[in-house]
């Protein structure tokens, strides 16, 4: 018998085992709720989340699941496995942290809802015709880890991916501007700044110039682009003209078509600063440049669903100011090519919002806690949605001659026909 004493090669028409995987999620909230709260209190950067990794990849073994770490040649990235079915279904984790602020965005939470939508769908991912797959993928917060990993063939085979982000408030679509990440140096002639100021090059100047150009670039710059950055270094005492400058910055637009097209002009205006300086310079990105997202509309419909039986409102019409569904993120890399949503859940911390430390405050909170649960649950019943809507009729107990279609679509629809 399968895991509600259902017979082999029969499942119900989709309430009973939506109302398993909330129960099993409920059941399971201590040992979900202990990866968050352990993450969070153990934040690490990209690329360097070692424990981080070993710890979800310990929770999902003792669900069990079959883990293979070091994926695509990355020692902090996985892909744990349950079921063996012909459609597959990913959830998606992210757990670094940012530099000085740590999980100010998070990711504690996704992590956790990975591993509670998992520990849901295990036990009934074979007579759903799944194969699930928990894909744990390291610096989404700069490094484009998931980039990596598509080109290198995990997301191969992959029928449908998802996540969900925290934010401050509840919202279904998400909205991602393509970005790009790179570094900058200045390099100049040091000199004592006033004994000797005509044989010095000034690097932090180089900078000075660059920002200026930025500034009076934005004028031209349609409404949705966005050059932001930081300067880590220009010298190291106020009587040396200093010889070297670094920073470290973004360019996002609507798309990576609007992308490539401005991003040569926003290159141009540091090597403005070169050239009035007369220092030397080197840009180089730091990853992969990150796609906009690409929204599954029927999925999205279905998550959207399921939230309000759980009392959420994903606002679907998008009634409410845009936030942090606008940020930018690798998993819109991997929208383009498989289908995916990437719903937000309100932890309720606002005047907080992501990037602050009140907001990593928040991210383990009791609403904090209460999103993680219920991003598993979602998660769990909106790829039931989907199975059913795949399934042959007979398999169904209680269907009718056809099964219902309502997740059913071409891949990225929603951009498609916008």
Not at 9 to 18: E, I, Y
Request: net charge negative; hydrophobic share 45%; with cysteine.
């Amino acid at each position: 018998m399968s895991a509600a004493g259902r017979a082999p090669g029969a499942v119900d028409s989709g309430g009973a085992l939506k109302d398993e995987v909330r129960a099993r999620v409920e059941a399971a909230s201590a040992r979900i709720l202990g990866v968050s709260h352990a993450l969070h209190a153990a934040p690490e950067v990209a690329w360097r989340e070692h424990r981080s990794a070993e710890l979800i990849v310990a929770a999902l073994e003792e669900a069990g699941l079959t883990v293979e770490t070091g994926s695509a040649g990355l020692p902090t990235a996985f892909v744990a496995t349950a079921g063996a079915g012909p459609r597959t279904a990913a959830v998606i984790a992210e757990y670094d942290a940012l530099a000085g602020l740590g999980h100010a965005c998070g990711h504690n939470i996704i992590s956790a809802a990975a591993v509670g939508a998992a520990i849901a769908l295990a036990p009934v991912a074979d007579e759903l015709g799944l194969t699930v797959r928990v894909i744990g993928t390291p610096a989404e917060e700069g490094g484009g880890g998931k980039i990596v990993m598509l080109e290198r063939g995990v997301f191969e085979g992959v029928d449908l991916a998802m996540m969900v982000h925290p934010g401050p408030d509840d919202a279904a679509w998400a909205r991602p501007r393509a970005v790009a990440h790179f570094d900058v140096e200045y390099t100049g002639v040091e000199s004592h700044a006033s004994a000797y100021p005509q044989l010095g090059v000034n690097a932090a100047d180089a900078f000075t110039v660059a920002q200026t150009a930025i500034g009076l670039l934005r004028q031209q710059l349609p409404d949705g682009v966005r050059v932001h950055g930081i300067v880590r270094e220009a010298g190291t005492a106020p009587n040396a003209i200093p010889a070297m400058a670094l920073g470290s910055w973004y360019v996002r637009a609507d798309d990576l078509e609007q992308l490539d097209a401005l991003f040569p002009r926003v290159a141009a205006c540091f090597e403005a600063g070169a050239l009035a300086t007369g220092c030397t310079m080197r840009l180089e990105e730091t990853s992969g440049r990150y796609a906009e997202f690409r929204n599954d509309a029927p999925l999205l419909g279905a998550f959207a669903e399921n939230a309000a039986a759980l009392g959420r409102d994903m606002d679907l019409a998008e009634k409410k100011p845009a936030g942090m569904n606008t940020a930018s993120t690798d998993m819109g890399n991997v929208s383009r090519l498989v289908r995916s949503i990437h719903p937000y859940l309100g932890i309720d911390s606002a005047p907080a919002v992501n990037h602050q430390a009140a907001f990593a405050a928040a991210a383990a909170t009791p609403a904090a806690d209460r999103a993680a649960l219920d991003g598993a649950i979602l998660m769990a019943q909106t790829i039931i949605d989907d199975a059913l809507a795949h399934l042959p009729a007979r398999a169904i107990d209680g269907a009718s001659t056809s099964t219902s279609t309502s997740t059913a679509s071409v891949p990225n629809s929603e951009e498609q026909s916008a």
